[in-house]
């Protein structure tokens, strides 16, 4: 049920699979102290969260974290990554504005996630060596 606050988690290392792990749709900004677009994007992202009562927006420090953020090869900060379904639809750098967040959850939400776990299917099929 939508509440009127949606407070954005902290994910931890203890927290960040039972956090993330049967969500139907969760979106994590990967983050640190010390990045200036990091903490410009923050208000962004948390206002977002309040447009989205039915997502979990989530945050994860890449400097208290650094064993996830190598985890999902994180390399440059902000990143944004989106998950649907246990699946990472969308993982970019770059702080956003909060018209063009507004387009990523959107495409993220309309995606068929039937279809993209086919494609999925259908890539790692590919990708495993023929056998004699």
Not at 25 to 31: G, L, M, N
Not at 63 to 88: C, E, G, K, W, Y
Request: aromatic share 8%; net charge negative; hydrophobic share 50%.
């Amino acid at each position: 049920m939508p509440t009127d606050t949606n407070a954005v988690l902290e994910l931890t290392e203890e927290n960040f699979g039972p956090s993330i792990n049967d969500k139907a749709f969760a979106i994590v900004d990967f983050w640190a102290p010390w990045c200036a677009p990091c903490r410009a994007f923050g208000p962004v992202f948390a206002a977002a969260a309040q447009r989205h009562p039915d997502a979990l927006f989530a945050k994860l420090n890449t400097q208290d974290q650094p064993a996830i953020a190598a985890h999902f090869n994180i390399r440059s900060i902000p990143t944004l990554m989106v998950f649907r379904d246990n699946i990472i639809v969308y993982a970019e750098p770059g702080a956003l504005p909060a018209g063009e967040l507004e387009q990523v959850i959107a495409a993220a939400r309309s995606l068929d996630m039937a279809q993209v776990r086919r494609e999925i299917e259908k890539r790692d099929a590919a990708d495993q060596p023929a056998s004699a």
